[in-house]
Structure formats: C-alpha cells, structure tokens
C-alpha cells in the first residue's frame, strides 16, 4: 500500500496546496485526482508565493514527478499559462510533469457554455468559477468528451468541430446574452494544445501500479473540498467531481486498498466562495475580521471568500466519508486575537437537535448550536515548535481532536513552507 491521500474537508481552499508543497520530499510521485483550473493551490517559499490551477503542487520539487491523472479535466490554454509562469524558476518541468491519456479537455464552448447556463439560472447560479468544469464533465458522462489520447488520432479535429458545433446550438438554446468570438478562442485553443503536446500523454493507471510495484511512494492530491463533492456536498452547490477519497481511485485507477494514510485538511474555521448554504457563516465585523486576517480572496478568481465559525458536524461528516486517518488544521494564526472563539457541535434542524449533515442544511432548516472556546493573543507566525503553542490554542485542537476522534498531526500558522508544525 504506497498511495496516501490528500484531500479537503470543507468547501476548498483548505490550504491543500501549500501542505503538498511542504510533503513533497517524502513522495516520488504527486499525482492530481479531479477538478481542473476552478482550483487555486497557492504555495509560498523563499519569499515567492505562487499559484498551481490544474499542475500538482509538487512542480517545485527537484525529484518528484506530478501526474495529471484522468480524473481531471485540462484546459490547453490555462496549462499553457501555467507552464509560461513556470518558465521564471527554470524547473525542467518537462521531464517532470506527465498527463493521463484519458484526463478530458476543456473546449473554448464548454467555457461558454458554463457562462450560458450560470447566466439562465439567475439568482440561483452556482457560482462557478466560470472554467467550463461542469460542461466537460457533463460530456465526459455523457460519453461525448475529447480526451488527451484522441490528440494522437488524425481525425481529433473532426471530432473537435461536431461537439463545438453542438455546443453552439446548446449556447443558443440558452437563449442569453453571450458575447464571444469563437474564432479568436479556437486560434488560442489550437496553439496551445500543440505545447500540451510537448509533454507525455501517458497510461497512467498502469504507471501508478508499476510506480508501486517497484515501491515508489505517491501522493494524490485533491482539488476543492469534501462539501463540494457531486455526490456529498450541498448539491447543487457543488462542483462537477468526486472530490471525496473515491474520486481519487477513479481519478487516478489506484484501487481502495492501495490507499493508506487519508490526510483531511481543515481551516481552522470555515470558508466557502460561490453560492450555497453555509451554517456557521457570519455576517459581522468578526466574520470580516477573518476574512482581512486570512486575506480570504479566491486564488481563481479573486472573489471575497465568505466566512464562518469551525462547523464540527460538517468536519465529522468529511472525516467519515473519506476515511481521515489524520487530520491538519491550517491557518491557525488567523485566529490570534479573537477574545472568544465559537465551535459548532450540533445543529437544530427542523427543531430537533442533531449532530449528522441532513440532507439540507439550507439556513431555512438548520441552525447551528456553538460551543464557546477562550482565544488566544499571541502571534502564531513565528512560532517553529507545538511546545511554544498557547494553553488555549492547545485547549481548541485537543476539543477538535476528540470530538472529531481523529489526530491533528499538522499545524499551520502562516501561509509559507516553513510555518508548519507537527504535532
Ligand atoms: N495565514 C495563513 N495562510 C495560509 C496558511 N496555510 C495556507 N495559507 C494560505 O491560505 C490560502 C489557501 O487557499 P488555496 O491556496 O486556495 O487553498 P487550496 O486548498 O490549495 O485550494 P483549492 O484546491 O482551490 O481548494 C492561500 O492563500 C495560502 O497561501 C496558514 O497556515 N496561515
Ligand atoms: O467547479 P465550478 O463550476 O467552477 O464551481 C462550482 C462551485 O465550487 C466552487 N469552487 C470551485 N473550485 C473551487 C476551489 O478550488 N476552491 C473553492 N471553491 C471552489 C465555486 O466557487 C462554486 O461555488
Ligand atoms: N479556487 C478558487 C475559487 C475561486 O478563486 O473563486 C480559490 O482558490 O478560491
Ligand atoms: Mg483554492
């Protein structure tokens, strides 16, 4: 068993990225399981603080390579850009970076298609991040999607043309006002699908077992969070992949007694960016306190994030679906100089007190019930052992820890490499 997972257990930005980033010398291989360039890892070393979208966090290491695998969905243009940006830090990406021949591309009209139907619904629009992730994976279950493998064929342009040509007429039956030039998007579109081809378009379930055939060690890294999954979170607010433990072995053909350690990373309190529910959300000066501390804008799309008190019924919910065997609380430092800190234990729902996610978990339904934790004063930031933690800040993981019966083994107090503790 050599495949130990990375995931998040709220609704993304966790801190996913910079926790890869900082694991990477223990594993050869770091391989992306979903999602596409919705995500934003952020990582921060050397005084450099850079953002991956769709290429593994572990770009920046000397020895391991980083697989796309064919859970994600690939927009050739934003790789493209991606790579562009790599160019500064002379990586030689190029024999460290491999894609799975079956990961979906992202067309120019399944971007637009994303604008169209977000456009139609209105006031109830997800929020999507606008990168064309839900039409790609709509036509990768529907059976229609281009993967990278078809590149190798001769008649992929054929191919090409029929879904864009079907995507168009699905733009106007939107019946919404998108502007767009599909010409000039198809000019860029083409230009770089031809760099995505400089790198090699691998089998990559069948590199990843013979990786662990000759003892190789892997880490899958997740993109977004436990409650945005398609399946778990809070539909429709979601995104379009199984961002829970599953989604890794599909999106990556490791089957699920290969995975050893879960890693579930948390934020210290909540965030979410996009519409949907969100119990524990406040709309005070404290939840603006969080997000001006945590600098909460989206590494996507630069959108305020919004902000909320530690909601334990959610976590546990997380935890159980992805099977944590250990737990790393981030931003911890963000919360230095909140006289009180709230955490919540149950919810009322429907007048009832419960302690599982229901079904919905709509303000309309749900309230929740917090239990009240001193704060701590002292700057976390510069702080290098747990020994140097404040009684109170210990007082807040031992609670998560106990009722989440699960260890916190990471503690992060600051968005660089360095300010990681363990525990
Ligand atoms: N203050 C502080 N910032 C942190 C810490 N850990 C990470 N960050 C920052 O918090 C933010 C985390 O957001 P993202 O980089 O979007 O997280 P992610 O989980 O990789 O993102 P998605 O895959 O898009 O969900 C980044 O700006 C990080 O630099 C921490 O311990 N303290
Ligand atoms: O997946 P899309 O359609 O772009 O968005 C759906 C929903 O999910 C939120 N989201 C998507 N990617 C991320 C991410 O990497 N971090 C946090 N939230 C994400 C988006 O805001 C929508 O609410
Ligand atoms: N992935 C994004 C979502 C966004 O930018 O809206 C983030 O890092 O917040
Ligand atoms: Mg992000």
């Not at 890869?20 to 399981?33: G, Q």
Request: proline letters at 4%; glycine letters at 8%; one cysteine or more.
């Amino acid at each position: 068993m050599a495949v130990d997972l990375l995931l998040g257990l709220q609704w993304g930005d966790e801190g996913k990225g910079k926790i890869v980033d900082v694991l990477t010398s223990k594993y050869d291989i770091i391989a992306r399981f979903q999602g596409g360039p919705n995500a934003g890892h952020t990582l921060e070393f050397d005084g450099i603080k850079h953002v991956l979208h769709t290429i593994p966090s572990g770009i920046f290491h000397k020895n391991a390579l980083n697989l796309v695998g064919n859970g994600v969905v690939i927009d050739p243009v934003i790789f493209q850009k991606e790579l562009k940006n790599l160019d500064k830090f002379k990586l030689d990406y190029v024999s460290k970076l491999l894609l799975s021949k079956k990961a979906h591309i992202i067309l120019p009209t399944h971007r637009l298609l994303d604008a169209a139907s977000e456009t139609s619904k209105g006031k109830a629009k997800i929020g999507s991040t606008l990168k064309g992730i839900g039409p790609t994976y709509m036509d990768k279950t529907g059976r229609n999607g281009l993967r990278l493998g078809e590149l190798e064929m001769p008649d992929w342009k054929e191919k090409y043309r029929n879904l864009a040509n079907k995507h168009e007429s699905m733009i106007a039956f939107y019946d919404v006002d998108i502007q767009y030039n599909l010409k000039e998007l198809e000019a860029e579109f083409f230009e770089a699908i031809e760099s995505l081809k400089k790198l090699p378009f691998i089998d990559s379930e069948a590199y990843l077992q013979q990786a662990q055939a000759e003892q190789k060690t892997i880490l899958a890294e997740g993109a977004q969070g436990s409650l945005l999954d398609i399946d778990f979170g809070t539909y429709p607010f979601v995104t379009s992949s199984n961002t829970t433990a599953a989604g890794a072995c599909t999106g990556l053909g490791v089957a699920p007694n290969q995975i050893n350690e879960v890693y579930g990373i948390f934020k210290a309190y909540t965030t979410r960016v996009g519409s949907g529910p969100f119990p524990t959300e406040l709309f005070d000066e404290t939840g603006e306190k969080m997000a001006k501390i945590g600098n909460e804008f989206g590494a996507t799309t630069g959108r305020g994030r919004r902000c909320g008190w530690l909601d334990l019924v959610a976590l546990k919910y997380a935890v159980q679906v992805n099977g944590v065997t250990q737990l790393m609380m981030m931003k911890a430092d963000v919360l230095s100089g909140f006289k009180t800190l709230k955490i919540c234990t149950a919810y009322k729902y429907k007048g009832e007190e419960i302690t599982h996610f229901p079904y919905n978990v709509d303000k309309k339904y749900v309230e929740p019930i917090y239990t009240e934790m001193q704060g701590w004063d002292e700057d976390l930031m510069q702080m290098t052992s747990k020994e140097e933690f404040p009684e109170n800040l210990n007082k807040y993981i031992d609670f998560i820890e106990k009722e989440l019966a699960t260890p916190i083994k990471i503690v992060s107090v600051g968005p660089d490499r360095t300010q990681t503790i363990e525990r």
